[in-house]
């Protein structure tokens, strides 16, 4: 049982290219995240969805995009990428429930772009 | 505006040196206070859910508590390998899971 996979691990990309950030999770769970953490700050969610084919925005969405074709994944694309882009990116997930789930997160995509 | 707050940004300690970091919060309609352990370059571990004032959690040398405006997390005697980034966060309003971070509370513990 991986839990959340997060690939890759680091990037570099020059401004103005675009990338996916990738997110696969095998708990069979309906509620899928992506946040974005800057040093010395919280994580700030960008997209999130409640289950295949539903999505919508968090907090930061500007400049980034997300579908939800599967159960297991959650890709995050970023478009015509910018410096201010520059963060680790992590993914997490819960279970749709009755109760308040905890979220499990994968171990993050380490982006720079210069 | 829902908002989480957490003090110190960073704390070091003695290891033995019991401690307390603090998360205090506005939001509406709070449905869970969450704790959770980041270590540098992973993923934040999940500790703690509380869900109303008065609870209490408690895993090996920590315990986590909830009042209305805020939650301590209280480290008795720590070990160097309690050091790490301790994350509040909380889940307000609708049933989607959604998140508010505080900016964390780095903690060194030092032998």
């Known amino acids: 049982n991986a839990g959340v996979t997060q690939t890759p691990k680091f990037r570099i990309l020059k401004i103005g290219q675009s990338m996916t950030l990738q997110c696969t999770q095998d708990m069979n769970h309906n509620y899928m995240y992506w946040y974005r953490q800057d040093p010395g700050m919280g994580l700030k969610l960008i997209y999130y969805?409640?289950?295949?084919?539903?999505?919508d925005k968090g907090e930061v969405p500007n400049g980034y995009n997300v579908s939800r074709s599967t159960t297991e994944d959650f890709p995050l694309r970023l478009e015509l990428a910018a410096p201010s882009q520059t963060s680790v990116y992590f993914c997490?997930?819960?279970?749709?429930?009755?109760?308040?789930?905890?979220?499990?997160f994968g171990d993050g995509t380490r982006l720079s772009i210069l | 505006e829902d908002q989480v707050t957490q003090s110190p940004e960073a704390l070091r300690l003695q290891e033995g040196e019991s401690s307390s970091l603090n998360c205090s919060y506005t939001v509406s309609g709070l449905r869970g206070l969450f704790w959770y352990r980041q270590d540098p370059g992973k993923g934040p571990e999940f500790l703690f859910t509380l869900y109303s004032a008065g609870e209490e959690k408690e895993k090996e040398r920590l315990k986590a508590t909830l009042t209305k405006k805020e939650s301590f997390l209280h480290i008795t005697a720590p070990k160097p390998e309690d050091s790490a980034t301790y994350l509040c966060a909380v889940q307000a309003g609708s049933n989607t899971g959604k998140l508010i971070f505080g900016q964390g509370t780095t903690l060194q513990v030092k032998p």
């Open positions: 969805s409640v289950g295949a084919g539903i999505t």
């Open positions: 997490a997930s819960t279970p749709k429930g009755t109760g308040t789930q905890p979220q499990h």
